[in-house]
T-cell receptor, first 116, second 115 residues
């Protein structure tokens, strides 16, 4: 059974600081997604990581994937208040390709609060 | 059009009511999903439709009944719900995994309260 663990679950940052959120998963997968969720809102897709060594950047956020270590990181550079939200990583259970959809397993989420 | 729409946005229903949630997308996606999300928890998969056929049912109680009338529409029929079914219900869609990566696009959700 695929398990996805994120840490930290809560993160309070000061504006201008850097930090990293970690996402570990328990079984082989080569598809990992990062989503953002604002309170009471839906999920917004941030990054899709499809291969080992993949690195993607958008603004102050950068995500990477190491499939051998079963680890993805979401790095925040020079945080600003607008980044305050809950961030989820999600991994597709392998073995469900080829005509049927895979089950997307979410981590528990990291609630990020950026303070001035 | 990269949008998934859901109606209604809010729904309050009694335990004896029958209601339906609706989801629509026009991105040409052939996979559609229903998730349930309780407060401060991650989304939990309920159902997956692939090419309009139910491919995954995550042991969801029969009081939830999904329907995919065509490739753009997904419904969730609700009957005899319990208060613990109160949650945010999210619909998502994606290309089928083997084709283009399977990134799921989520709708705004329906906030359901069962009284």
């Amino acid at each position: 059974e695929l398990k996805v663990e994120q840490n930290p679950l809560f993160l309070s940052m000061q504006e201008g600081k850097n930090y990293t959120i970690y996402c570990n998963y328990s079984t082989t997968s080569d598809r990992l997604y990062w989503y953002r969720q604002d309170p009471g809102k839906s999920l917004e897709s941030l990054f899709v990581l499809l291969s080992n060594g993949a690195v993607k950047q958008e603004g102050r956020l950068m995500a990477s994937l190491d499939t051998k270590a079963r680890l993805s990181t979401l790095h925040i550079t020079a945080a600003v208040h607008d980044l305050s939200a809950t961030y989820f990583c999600a991994v597709v259970e392998r073995g469900n390709y080829g005509g049927s959809q895979g089950n997307l397993i979410f981590g528990k989420g990291t609630k990020l609060s950026v303070k001035p | 059009d990269t949008e998934v729409t859901q109606t209604p946005k809010h729904l309050v229903m009694g335990m004896t009511n029958k209601k339906s949630l609706k989801c629509e997308q026009h991105m040409g996606h052939r996979a559609m999903y229903w998730y349930k999300q309780k407060a401060k928890k991650p989304p939990e998969l309920m159902f997956v439709y692939s090419y309009e056929k139910l491919s995954i049912n995550e042991s969801v109680p029969s009081r939830f009944s999904p329907e995919c009338p065509n490739s753009s529409l997904l419904n969730l029929h609700l009957h005899a719900l319990q208060p613990e079914d109160s949650a945010l219900y999210l619909c998502a869609s994606s290309h089928v995994l083997r084709d283009r990566g399977g990134e799921q696009y989520f709708g705004p959700g329906t906030r359901l309260t069962v009284t």
